[in-house]
């Protein structure tokens, strides 16, 4: 089994910047893709960036790109996406999942966190 924790949520202002984490636990965790996904009030789940196994290959949606950067501490089993010059618009539930595929589709991550509140006042 694997498991995930994230933290580093919260409020923050636009222009302002925060770090999550998401810790993961698990025999076979070294070897997984870990993505974070958001779902603001009424939308779907969406896609913000993923990182490889060794760390060294990341993806991030359009909407994020250059604003977030997302790396992996594989000695501490924890992966971190900070985020900076946040908008209200970034305004959303994140969620951090670990998976056996280089994927986008939240279907292909096996592995699920409670997930994180992050709120960007304007």
């Known amino acids: 089994q694997v498991h995930l924790g994230e933290s580093g949520g919260g409020l923050v202002q636009a222009g302002g910047s925060l770090r999550l984490s998401c810790s993961v636990s698990?025999?076979?965790?070294?070897?997984?893709?870990m993505g974070w996904f958001r779902q603001a009030p009424g939308e779907e789940r969406e896609f913000v960036a993923k990182i490889g196994r060794s760390g060294l290959s990341t993806d991030y949606a359009d909407a994020v790109k250059g604003q977030f950067t997302i790396s992996r501490d594989s000695a501490k089993n924890t992966v971190y996406p900070a985020m900076n010059s946040l908008k209200p618009e970034d305004t959303a539930i994140y969620y951090c999942?670990?998976?056996?595929?280089?994927?986008?589709?939240?279907?292909?991550?096996?592995?699920w966190g409670q997930g994180t509140q992050v709120t960007v006042s304007s």
């Open positions: 698990g025999r076979t965790s070294s070897r997984l893709t």
């Open positions: 999942a670990a998976g056996n595929y280089w994927s986008r589709n939240a279907v292909n991550f096996d592995y």
